[in-house]
């Protein structure tokens, strides 16, 4: 199997597969989204989540304007 590119979250870790103290507090916290593809370890199916937070783009946690827009 081909090395996969590791993509780094917002806070510094591997996203979808550390533990990341930052994207638990923005996964509570309304904020604008930064989709990026991923693919993780345990699979070949690219998915699309947020940087931030790494939960899906489409998320109601994501806001569109900014950090007081909902």
């Known amino acids: 199997m081909a090395d996969r590119i590791r993509v780094l979250c917002a806070h510094g870790y591997v996203?979808?597969?550390?533990?990341c103290p930052g994207c638990d507090?923005?996964?509570?916290?309304p904020h604008q989204g930064d989709p990026v593809r991923v693919v993780p370890s345990w699979t070949s199916t690219p998915h699309t989540r947020c940087r931030r937070c790494t939960l899906r783009p489409s998320d109601r946690i994501h806001t569109k304007g900014g950090p007081d827009a909902r």
Do not use: G
């Open 15 to 19: 996203l979808m597969q550390d533990s």
């Open 25 to 29: 507090h923005e996964a509570e916290t």
